[in-house]
């Protein structure tokens, strides 16, 4: 059953903060990420480390090289002895540093396609989780906050998921030459290790300081603005709103709107150049300190303890690879932070507490199902008002029940908790007799047709549309009958592809869009093709004139034959034939019982049918006419 949704949404309620969001720590998300590696693309961590060890030591190793060199060329030794070992030593460096050369480029050619993998295979991960998101979860702002973050961390650029394994191996070797190093620089002067760390850390807690401000007043207040973004993007490319926005002249709103999200977006990215103009004029300084220190601290050494030219060479390669590997991995361990932060982001999505459903069984295998209402009130989130109040309802076996009532009433909301894709705040709804929070969703699911109001039309062929199955699993017989039952057989007849022919010219150049009504028609194809046991229509004949509308509703009516339906409009097109009629007013169900009952009650839905009923009798006639 059912257990973590109603408690989250509660605590959600209550919260001023977004309660979703979870901090893992940079260990914990290290090992994470190792093993994401490890899953989807093992090859590269063994390439990874040849690339730690090869490039950690390629810093120092002219300088090391370079000492015996001198060494040996100030030698007393004779000149051809020189020379022959002089060859032999550039010979065997030589050597060395190719093998060293080769494995640094191999590892970083042979990488970053790897992790570029493993972050795709990640995104696929986000992609399937926000798919099997609780419905109701989708309408709540925090989670679309925090699935945009998981976005934006996927999203490459050397930022999370995909900045961590880089930056993990840019970690590695800088930490490997600082440990190498730092023995070296030791010997040669222990204060001046000691500056360069105290140096080091304080460049490292400023860099810090800058990317947390940053996360936290840049990015962070992005997530929302980014989503609008996308949003207002959205709308001014769809060709669904052109006609709306040419015929009521929306070019220069539309365009202001976007302004102001832009506006908020730029000043943010100001703050942050900001931010990071202040980091780069502490880090030149702090650079300029540590170099004049390692200089003073050689030329001391030369002038009052005889350092040679050689040894010179070798500890001012090893001093500045010491300095720059330490700053390199304070600096992109701050980044590595940043980039933990934002590996949070994914986890946080991705570790939603969705409530997985425990001890569920199985949905009875019977010939007929009843659905009951007991006392099922719901209420959405941050409302002081319930949109179902104490809502009682029987729906037997076979039954046509017509949902009326204005816009508003809480028709819809009524049908997705039927469909389970909100579940009750109070009160409880049973499959004959059994809290349906017992079922998994998924098996829940099967038993309904739905066609609802808005009828989204996806880049698929029109067999695949119907069956929203893969072409293979297609019965494409039973596809076609469906579309003729449901009016489109003269629509695919004119089609070149017939049933084959692609919709929309997203993914075909040739493919077809399809007027109003026939998206409707389509949805009704679908559920005809799905065959469940019971059929939801939420006012999917919205494009349609009221005479159309019962038109199809009784052609309907008559394709599912026995099974049990639900009709919900606020005109009453569908209730002379339905069994029974449920009006709805502000959230609650008024008026319960068949046509004539209630026209006999005289009450407000025999108001609102004679009210609908003289323009039926006028579009009646000038159809007869």
């Not at 969001?21 to 093993?35: A, E, K």
């Not at 059929?535 to 026995?562: C, K, W």
Request: aromatic share 10%; charged share 25%.
């Amino acid at each position: 059953m059912q257990k973590g949704v109603s408690k989250d949404m509660a605590e959600y309620k209550e919260s001023t903060e977004n309660p979703l969001h979870r901090q893992f720590g940079v260990w914990n998300n290290t090992i994470y990420i190792l093993r994401k590696v490890k899953q989807y693309c093992p090859s590269a961590i063994p390439i990874a480390l040849m690339g730690i060890i090869c490039g950690s030591i390629l810093p120092y190793y002219w300088g090391i090289v370079g000492k015996y060199v001198i060494d040996l060329v100030q030698a007393d030794a004779d000149i051809a002895d020189n020379m022959d070992a002089l060859l032999k030593i550039m010979l065997i460096a030589g050597g060395i540093a190719g093998i060293l050369i080769f494995g640094n480029s191999f590892s970083q050619n042979k990488t970053w396609y790897r992790f570029i993998y493993t972050r795709m295979q990640m995104i696929n991960e986000r992609v399937d989780r926000a798919l099997g998101l609780n419905y109701q979860m989708l309408e709540t702002p925090d989670v679309l906050d925090v699935h945009e973050r998981a976005t934006q961390a996927t999203g490459g650029n050397n930022n999370g998921v995909e900045g961590m394994m880089n930056l993990m191996v840019t970690l590695g070797r800088n930490l490997v030459t600082v440990i190498v190093t730092f023995t070296a620089v030791m010997v040669l002067n222990w204060g001046l290790i000691i500056c360069l760390i105290a140096l080091g850390i304080l460049q490292y807690l400023y860099y810090r300081k800058i990317i947390k401000e940053d996360k936290r007043e840049v990015w962070d207040k992005l997530a929302p603005m980014w989503r609008q973004a996308n949003y207002m993007a959205r709308i001014t490319q769809d060709f669904d709103f052109a006609k709306d926005i040419r015929l009521f002249n929306l070019s220069d709103f539309l365009i202001g709107k976007q302004r102001q999200v832009f506006a908020k977006r730029e000043d943010r990215i100001d703050y942050s150049k900001e931010l990071w103009f202040r980091h780069a004029v502490v880090s030149q300084f702090l650079y300029l300190v540590i170099k004049g220190l390692i200089y003073a601290a050689l030329f001391y050494a030369v002038l009052k303890k005889g350092m040679s030219i050689g040894s010179f060479t070798m500890y001012l390669a090893l001093a500045f690879s010491f300095s720059e590997s330490l700053l390199q991995f304070l600096h992109r361990f701050g980044d590595y932070e940043r980039a933990s932060l934002e590996v949070d982001d994914f986890r946080s999505f991705m570790e939603l507490d969705l409530a997985e459903e425990e001890d569920t069984i199985p949905i009875p295998k019977a010939q007929d199902y009843t659905i009951e209402f007991h006392d099922v009130c719901y209420r959405y989130l941050k409302q002081e008002k319930n949109a179902v109040d104490h809502l009682n309802m029987v729906l037997h076996p076979g039954e046509k029940l017509a949902v009326v009532g204005l816009n508003g009433a809480g028709k819809t909301t009524m049908i997705k908790l039927l469909l389970r894709l909100y579940d009750p705040t109070e009160g409880v709804i049973t499959l004959n007799g059994v809290d349906i929070r017992k079922f998994k969703r998924e098996e829940y699911y099967k038993l309904f047709s739905p066609v609802f109001q808005n009828i989204e039309v996806l880049a698929f062929p029109i067999a695949e549309h119907i069956s929203m199955k893969v072409a293979e699993d297609t019965d494409r017989d039973r596809a076609q009958a469906a579309a003729v039952e449901a009016g489109l057989e003269d629509k695919i007849k004119a089609l070149p592809k017939g049933i084959d022919s692609e919709l929309l010219k997203i993914v075909d150049d040739d493919g077809i869009d399809l007027s109003g009504g026939d998206k409707q028609k389509l949805a009704l194809a679908r559920a005809l093709y799905k065959a469940a046991p019971m059929v939801v229509l939420d006012e999917p004949t919205s494009a349609l004139d009221a005479l159309a509308e019962q038109q199809l509703y009784e052609r309907f009516n008559h394709m599912i034959g026995d099974k049990s339906a639900v009709y919900i409009s606020h005109r009453l097109a569908s209730t002379r034939f339905c069994d029974r009629v449920a009006m709805f007013a502000d959230g609650r169900m008024i008026e319960y019982g068949s046509h004539d009952e209630l026209m006999e009650k005289g009450g407000e839905y025999a108001r609102m049918f004679e009210m609908q009923a003289q323009y039926y009798q006028e579009e009646q006639k000038e159809a007869e006419a």
